[in-house]
């Protein structure tokens, strides 16, 4: 076996890990709230996994889907039995971040107080 093909072995294999790694990351993405948490944990784990698995993976620790008006407006009402914008005197529904499962919004509060107001994903 020559050194060209034994290389050309090699470079396949560590490129197709790479795509395999991509693929793990999408399965834990897209496969709800429990499946999102569990990559975030193994995220944390060099000492079981793949170095380059788990930086992959730490890519859910900030990528939260961002939730519409119509979804943040149903899971106010689920909560609170109203929308945002009855709760405050201005809600901002463009989200200023995000995190794992859920994202924070800027609203103002009846008593003109700023608040940060943190709205969870029920599922995604």
Known sequence: MSNNLVVKIIRNFLWN???????IFYVFRDSGILMFKLGQILSTRFDILPHKLCDQLSNLLDCAPLMD???IDDIFIKDFGVKPIEAFQLFDYSAVGSASISQVHKAILLD????AVKNQATEY
């Open 17 to 23: 890990r790479g795509r395999f790694y991509d693929r």
């Open 69 to 71: 008006k119509s979804t």
């Open 112 to 115: 003109g107080s700023i608040v």
